[in-house]
């Protein structure tokens, strides 16, 4: 059975994002495909683009239609869409590309010269895209005080993000997701980005096909998973679906990383007590440079039971909504997670952060991260520990 790419192009407007000359510079790449379908790109004239005709080949694929060209279209659209136009010139003149570029060129435009001359880096810049997008983290502490990654020297080369996909295609190969998984590592001071990119169970769905007749597709969707290990407190957050896959991730980067697959163990980070017993107390952020409020204003709780029962409060400051009667009213039950809105100085948007015992974390924008980390820490949220004592496994949140 044939299998599909199902990244179809289907916004014909994009084309026009792009110089008619380089786009016809780009397309020309597979020439035999549009040929087959009935248009020589040779002979298009740059002044009268058939726009309509080519977006009506890409919105249409056939069983012919060439994976690598799909494949250039997404990253060339969803790079130019995502990323600032300097950034792309930037990454591009740093890897020593020669890039034309003028007061009406577009990000379409310099994405498609990239992807010309070196189309690895356009897809490491989507996957840097992919990483620092992500926003909740099951977290786990190392099991050692000292090392290398606590003074802040680890680096992962790539001879060792090779080992790592030669280390995962196997599991991912057994669980029936393909081989073919790829590394990407963004250092960012003492943090270390890591992007997994792999596939997922193969899909079957019905097709419809130009003749008007029915047909069968069957592809393998992508999925990307994200890690962030923190060198200073030798800690990783992962970012995946099951407990499968954060279980793969651990022993891997322990493995490679640390020469032992137990390296990572399971880390009671966060706790909620300090609401119970501090209150109002527990929001102090005045010790914090760059923080100017924090509100507490949403919490889940559950009382436990043969059929457990689940609530949840929301205002726009709990503790003012309570007043004095705060304590009784958050010692029922068990809390299970509490939502903040946090201000910070110079910004007049406040962002929400979630915190969920015993180690999951929602940061609604990465470059808050440090700043409430060091609240966190301050008020008794967050828990540090010198090794890790339990082995539970917990759930990651689902994303907002």
């Known amino acids: 059975m044939a299998t599909f790419n199902p990244r179809v192009f ?60 799909v494949n250039a279209l997404y990253y060339v659209h969803e790079t130019a869409r995502k990323e600032p136009m300097d950034e792309l010139i930037e990454r591009s003149e740093a890897a020593g590309l020669d890039i034309a570029h003028d007061d009406k060129s577009t990000p379409a435009d310099i994405a498609v010269q990239i992807w010309l001359a070196k189309p690895d880096l356009l897809e490491r810049q989507h996957a840097e895209t992919v990483a620092f997008n992500r926003s909740n983290f099951t977290y786990f502490a190392g099991t050692s005080i000292k090392t290398a990654a606590s003074e802040g020297q680890i680096v992962i080369s790539e001879a060792q993000c090779r080992e790592m996909e030669a280390l995962m ?53 992508q999925k990307d998973d994200v890690l962030i290990y923190d060198a200073e407190i030798d800690e990783i957050g992962v970012n995946a679906e099951t407990k499968g896959e954060r279980e793969l991730y651990l022993r891997t980067l322990g493995m490679v990383l640390f020469g032992e697959d137990a390296h990572f163990e399971r880390a009671e980070r966060y706790n909620l007590q300090p609401l119970i017993d501090n209150g109002p107390a527990a929001l ?8 100017s409020r924090v509100r507490f204003v949403e919490f889940g709780r559950m009382w436990d039971g043969t059929c457990p029962e689940y609530e949840t409060r929301r205002s726009d400051d709990l503790f003012e909504t309570y007043g004095g009667d705060w304590a009784a009213r958050l010692s029922l039950g068990r809390l299970t997670y509490a939502k903040f809105k946090v201000a910070f100085d110079g910004d007049k948007k406040e962002r929400s952060v979630m915190i969920r015992p015993v180690n999951v974390a929602r940061y609604e924008r990465d470059a808050d991260t440090s700043l409430v980390e060091a609240w966190l820490k301050a008020r008794g949220f967050w828990k540090l520990q010198t090794e890790a004592d339990s082995h539970d496994d917990f759930e990651v949140l689902e994303s907002a």
């Open 284 to 291: 102090v952020c005045a010790d914090i440079p760059g923080l």
């Open 169 to 221: 295609d196997p599991w991912f190969e057994s669980k029936r997701r393909g081989r073919g998984s790829r590394v990407f590592v963004f250092p960012q001071e003492n943090r270390i980005w890591i992007l997994v990119r792999h596939g997922q169970p193969m899909r079957r769905e019905g097709e419809h096909k130009e003749d008007g007749k029915d047909g069968i597709a069957f592809y393998r969707p």
């Open 10 to 69: 289907t916004n014909p407007s994009r084309l026009k994002e792009i110089d008619p000359d380089r786009l016809i510079l780009f397309l020309s790449t597979w020439s035999d495909y549009f040929i087959g379908r009935g248009l020589d790109l040779t002979a298009a004239d740059t002044s009268d683009m058939p726009f309509d005709t080519i977006a009506a080949i890409l919105m249409n694929p056939d069983q012919a239609v060439p994976e690598s060209m």
